[in-house]
C-alpha cells in the first residue's frame, strides 16, 4: 500500500524559507511523478512542482519559479520542496502525490496517490 507522509510545514516569516520533506512507501516509484500541490482556504488545489523520480526531470508553476526547488532522494525515498523566498500568498496546505509516467503531471485528477499534506503559513 502507497504512503505518502509529508512533514516540516510551519509558520514563517515573508521573505524566509522552508523545506517540506514527503516519505514514499509501499512501492517501487521509479516509473512515477512525484508531484506537490498546495491548496489556500476557499481555493481549489493548484500545482506547485513535479520531478519524475528516475531522471530527475523537473516542472514548475510559473508563481513560484525562481524560489522554490524540487528535488528526490533514490536511496531514502524521499522528495522534498525547497521553498525561498515565501510571501503571504504561499499559505496553503502543501500535498505530496504520486503518479505513473510524466504526462499530465500539472493537472491533481491525474495523480493516484496523495498524502495528508502540512500546513504552510507565511505571516506579512
Known amino acids: 500500500q502507497v504512503q505518502l507522509v509529508e512533514s516540516g510545514g510551519g509558520l514563517v516569516q515573508a521573505g524566509g524559507s522552508l523545506r517540506l520533506s514527503c516519505a514514499a512507501s509501499?512501492?517501487?516509484?521509479?516509473?512515477?511523478?512525484m508531484g506537490w500541490f498546495r491548496q489556500a482556504p476557499g481555493k481549489e488545489r493548484e500545482f506547485v512542482a513535479a520531478?519524475?523520480?528516475?531522471?530527475?526531470?523537473?516542472d514548475y508553476a510559473d508563481s513560484v519559479k525562481g524560489r522554490f526547488t524540487i528535488s528526490r532522494d533514490k536511496a531514502k525515498i524521499m522528495v522534498y520542496l525547497q521553498m525561498n523566498s515565501l510571501k503571504s500568498e504561499d499559505t496553503a496546505v502543501y500535498y505530496c502525490?504520486?503518479?505513473?509516467?510524466?504526462?499530465?503531471?500539472?493537472?491533481?485528477?491525474?495523480?493516484?496517490?496523495w498524502g495528508q499534506g502540512t500546513q504552510v503559513t507565511v505571516s506579512s
Open positions: 520531478i519524475t523520480w528516475s531522471g530527475g526531470t523537473t
Open positions: 502525490a504520486a503518479k505513473l509516467g510524466w504526462a499530465g503531471s500539472q493537472d491533481p485528477a491525474r495523480y493516484d496517490y
Open positions: 509501499g512501492r517501487t516509484f521509479s516509473t512515477y511523478t
